[in-house]
């Protein structure tokens, strides 16, 4: 990691922090596929499968700053950054749309 000694050990902190919450997130997704079936639960191991992607991206980076300054409060940002990725929001348009078919409505 590059960065003054002080920075890359705030750092080191942080992205233990950050790779739990990573997990935390992972898991949760992973309990709801649990209990999913068909396209519901395709989707959702896609999302875990998107998570996994994100978390390699943000694993490889060794800037400190990088960490203390994207991650230092990483509150809800991994589900945030997860919901920026457009893989997503496919996923969840078709959701609604399949929602929508089901309830009868037209879209």
């Known amino acids: 990691m590059t960065g003054t000694p002080n920075q890359i050990e705030l750092a080191e902190q942080i992205r233990t922090r950050t790779n739990a919450?990573?997990?935390?997130?992972?898991?949760?997704?992973?309990?709801?596929?649990?209990m999913q079936t068909g396209q519901d639960?395709?989707?959702?191991?896609?999302?875990?499968?998107i998570l996994e992607e994100k978390?390699?991206?943000?694993?490889?980076?060794?800037?400190?700053?990088y960490f203390i300054r994207t991650w230092g409060d990483s509150d809800n940002q991994v589900r945030q950054m997860?919901?920026?990725?457009?893989?997503?929001?496919?996923?969840q348009a078709g959701r609604k749309m399949?929602?929508?078919?089901?309830?009868?409505s037209s879209v």
Do not use: H, K
């Not at 919450?21 to 649990?34: L, M, P």
């Not at 399949?98 to 009868?104: K, L, N, P, V």
């Open 21 to 34: 919450e990573f997990d935390r997130v992972s898991e949760a997704f992973g309990n709801v596929a649990q």
């Open 41 to 49: 639960r395709l989707d959702t191991l896609a999302i875990i499968q």
């Open 55 to 65: 978390r390699t991206e943000v694993m490889a980076i060794n800037a400190a700053g």
């Open 82 to 91: 997860i919901g920026q990725d457009a893989r997503y929001r496919v996923i």
């Open 98 to 104: 399949r929602r929508a078919e089901g309830s009868g």
